[in-house]
């Protein structure tokens, strides 16, 4: 399957749809069924001792995802989050990006599941894994 | 069991380790296994079209298993969030506080698992359901 | 909402596609989005110890959740599992029926999510809990 | 890390703890921190119509989970689920073995959390995906 819509494209309907987030999140590759994001490391993110907190955390891969799904389906598609299962493994790197590495493992005509890696930038440890599944409105 | 730390030592606990949400989260009552807590209806919560966003509804249930934890075993628990599954079943009342009902279901030496049920205020409708487990490190 | 088929049709539906199963499972009781199910102690579920295997744990809660399902929308439903959070929380107890409670927390068009908790027959303490979801067919 | 078992060892093991399942899998592979295990196409494990149930695959994804913290960590392990989040995305094959592809994602001193993968054998589509943890008891 090939993408609907590019990095460029997806990357311009998010800050138009999410602009509280502008700034937060940055696609560095998408490519079929597959993404990488990054969460900027900014202090609004920021546990005491510098390190990203689990809402933020969530927050990456629900857009990866999120990312995963505009990219194959197009902008028709407002898919919603049903669900996410998510394991925290490790405490990030302080200071550092938190980076995401996304999968779409099914993309049926109801239902999305993605599966999302995040590390911290530079490290191969991971620091928490989720699933997440999107449902896509009948009508499209 | 009974509470190691009541609904105001939690919540001035709360405050001093987590200054950045002061504001947002309110704990409404606190009991023996069992808390009800509202995310205060604000707009840096909100998707556009005024409902709350899944990274605040999770926050809002993983800071109620917290509560719930940190009452029943007191300020020595630096527990951490191991994992979080959690169903987004509704789309939040738009302008109104979310309120979470958490129920601690297991309260062991290692693992504490939390169930946590989100409605808009004044609704009867379920918006979300999480369970969330955190680790009780062995030193306590 | 009503039920669509009550505990007695939704049994002999039970025997009738799953009849591998019959004699393991028996519905309690079956009203509006709440079910009672059990699992019949037999030797074929034990763990070696006497206690219910983790899978015949599942079972249960599937067979809890599909129990609902079923009964509120009836049999045209040909609803499948999407995925399923278990947290196991205590060993059950030997030798005695795991009693289920099931309550469906969303029936929508498309999905079903329903809660299920697990307890050893006579024993007050949660042995597992588990959130299903259901795909429902748009065909119905 | 290197394995404290090897694949020889964990499989006499499991038939020596888990007897009733002997004869439904099979270890194909086992190395540092990864697994490759089959569910034998039986009779016993079909839902009607010829394709694998859920609490089969549930099955099938637990003992991965299991070999791989066994192999890892050795008999004096007596680690216990404790939770799995599951997503069921395709029907499997009829009548084919069902292969997993295990990975421990971390393994802490207290935790241990798999990510295990589910395709009908000779398909490259996953069936479904699991996350399981494990709790290994503080007294090893």
Known sequence: MALALNREEVAAYLDEV?????????????????????????????????????????????????????GMVGRKALAVTTSCAIDFMRKPVSGVDLIAEGELLKLGRQLAVADVRLRSDGSEALVARASLTYAIPPER
């Open 18 to 70: 999410f602009p509280q987030v502008r700034g937060d999140f940055r696609i560095d590759s998408l490519s079929e069924m597959r993404v990488t994001m990054r969460l900027l490391a900014h202090d609004r993110h920021l546990r005491p001792g510098g390190t990203v907190s689990g809402p933020a955390m969530f927050s990456l891969a629900d857009v990866s995802a999120y990312v995963l799904v505009l």
